[in-house]
């Protein structure tokens, strides 16, 4: 049984449901990706799974307990860290003002941490004085990543952290992704660059209409002549 599932989730944001019986799981250690067209669900499954987004059905799983009745909050207690889509950074506040937001949960002492996330994101010990809105969207991406490894997660939940930055930033953060996941974090990604993704993906998931279209390894799916030709451009 996967460490983190969402299974079978159906449901949507009070209209018609925009998730229809989606499944997406992802184990310790491992890359698990999400790709799929614009208006998919890819967000919405995210949101499913971190509990901001009631369920008609189906249910979510961390380590065996089943949590789909747990909020958000209680569920970065359970030791799920989450970076959205949008407004992942306090824009007005320093880098580590915005790093120890991530630590709000946290009553011990998270000096260590904060340096585990400067090891693995020097930059940002270099202007960890600075106003995070002053950074560059590569930057930033760094600094909503650290905050979400704050609270020690198990599990690390990114909705596009690539978007908008150049392929050769794109390439750095995919690399600190997987030293992240080396280290034990299971992780869950929604990505636009989906070739790039699934190249590092232990696990995809395609998804359309809020359905799950293939489901298989990454190299699998890159291999996929089908799947080339419908979500990787050929
Ligand atoms: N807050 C919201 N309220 C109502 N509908 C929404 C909301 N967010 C997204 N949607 C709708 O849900 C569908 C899936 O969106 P989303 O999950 O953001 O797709 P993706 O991340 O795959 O691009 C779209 O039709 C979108 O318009
Ligand atoms: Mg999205």
Redesign the pocket.
Known sequence: MPFLIGENMTGGYGGADILHGCTISVDKGEIAVIVGP?GAG???A?KAVFGMLPLREGRVTLDGQDITGLSPQARVAAGMGFVP?TSNVFTSMTVRENLEMGAYLRQDDFTDTMEQVFDLFPILREKAAQPAGELSGGQRQQVAVGRALMTKPSVLML??PTAGVSPIVMDELFDRILEVARTGIAILM?EQNAKQALNIADKGFVLVQGANRFTDTGAALLADPEVRRSFLGG
Do not use: A, R
Request: aromatic share 0%.
């Open positions: 614009n890819k967000s919405t995210m889509q909705d596009e929604v």
